[in-house]
């Protein structure tokens, strides 16, 4: 079948994205699902940072490549040995598709599974085959779910069913913004009530970040960013303290606040200078959780014997140590229950045609989520 994408076939293109264009709006043939995969009709597409890494070059995929990786949609067919979704299903989109198999997997860790990592590195499906082609040749796949396009072509184990009555719109940041920050509060630091937390950075990663330290309990819980109007969003997602990190020393705040470190710190940054902020306001006993994703070629120096004197524990965290198939549910759950106000991320739509100019206000730090909808 042809459908409309939004193509990157170049990276490291300058802004503004709106007068380069690094994303081409072209119609592609989606072939049919093969074994174990599902084509599904695109609600909404979420931007993120991790798609913009891609076209700044921070982080290399193989090009050229059909964006987007933070989606739902509904099922239109499925391919044979499907036995998780059915046509006219309701379905998050994931960016790690599991085996199953694998050690990871078959230790509850899906998230690392290996032949998902391995795939999304080639840029393929999870059976290494790509169903995505122009007149010039096949497409890669952006982590398995490509997602600017009005159709996609997945694995069923990127594919997670929800309830219909859940609207598409909001569903699509469950795939991503929030399974990552609220997983990496709930699943990786495990933050428990009472506890001390602070979340750097307040992209769509780090507020849910905050909501999850909200909903666990966690007291106080301190924001930290460089833009007003990102804090302020905090506060209105419960946050009991903020810091503009671009007028106070954050490090100094944090600790003035709790009295010599927070218990919790969640960095979603992606940089290794704003990491070792967030080591240094971890107190002495604490966890310092990172989510953010630096540059390969970055690394981020600590004392290391604070490691043993000071009984500190660092934790890296991939799609917030998550379970998609228990996840996703348990996360819309809560948001039902009104215990996250994820709806609060949504700074606006976009139509497809608009996807360049979207990424220019991402870049700019004017935006939180955008959705690409297609309505």
């Known amino acids: 079948m042809l459908t409309t994408a939004a193509v990157l076939r170049f990276m490291g293109t300058p802004g503004p994205y709106a007068t380069s264009r690094p994303l081409s709006i072209e119609t592609v043939r989606l072939d049919p699902p093969g074994e174990g995969e599902v084509l599904v009709e695109v609600a909404a597409a979420g931007l993120c940072h991790s798609d913009l890494s891609v076209i700044e070059g921070v982080r290399p995929r193989p090009l050229p490549m059909l964006l987007g990786h933070e989606a739902s949609g509904v099922v239109v067919s499925i391919g044979p040995g499907v036995r998780s979704v059915a046509a006219g299903d309701h379905v998050v989109c994931t960016f790690v598709p599991s085996c199953g198999h694998c050690l990871p997997c078959a230790t509850g860790r899906p998230a690392l599974c290996e032949p998902g990592a391995q795939a999304n590195a080639a840029g393929t499906l999870l059976s290494g085959v790509r169903r995505i082609r122009t007149d010039d040749g096949p497409l890669h796949h952006h982590l398995g779910v490509s997602g600017f396009a009005r159709h996609a072509v997945l694995s069923e184990r990127s594919v997670v069913r929800i309830d219909p009555d859940v609207p ?197 730090g004017q935006a939180v989520r955008q959705l690409v909808t297609f309505e």
């Open 168 to 364: 598409l719109r909001e569903a699509a940041l469950f795939g991503c913004a929030v399974l990552t920050g609220v997983g990496a509060v709930m699943n990786t630091a495990r933050i428990e009530p009472g506890m001390s937390a602070a979340i750097f950075g307040l992209g769509g990663v780090g507020l849910s970040a905050v909501m999850g330290a909200v909903a666990s309990g966690a007291h106080p819980v301190i924001a930290v960013d460089v833009v007003e109007a990102k804090l302020d969003l905090a506060r209105q997602m419960g946050a009991t303290h903020v810091v503009h990190a671009a007028q106070d020393d954050p490090v100094h705040a944090i600790r003035e606040l709790t009295g010599g470190g927070a218990q919790h710190v969640v960095e979603t940054v992606g940089s290794e200078r704003v990491l070792v902020q967030a080591y240094q306001a971890t107190r002495r006993g604490g966890t310092t959780t990172t989510v953010g994703l630096p540059a390969p070629d970055r690394a981020f120096s600590i004392p290391a014997v604070s490691l043993v004197a000071e009984e500190r524990t660092v934790k890296g965290s991939y799609m917030g140590s998550t379970v998609p198939s228990r996840d996703i549910p348990r996360f819309i759950a809560l948001w039902e229950a009104g215990r996250l106000p994820v709806e609060r991320l949504l700074t606006g739509t976009l139509a497809l045609q608009d996807i360049n100019a979207g990424f220019d206000a991402l870049a700019a």
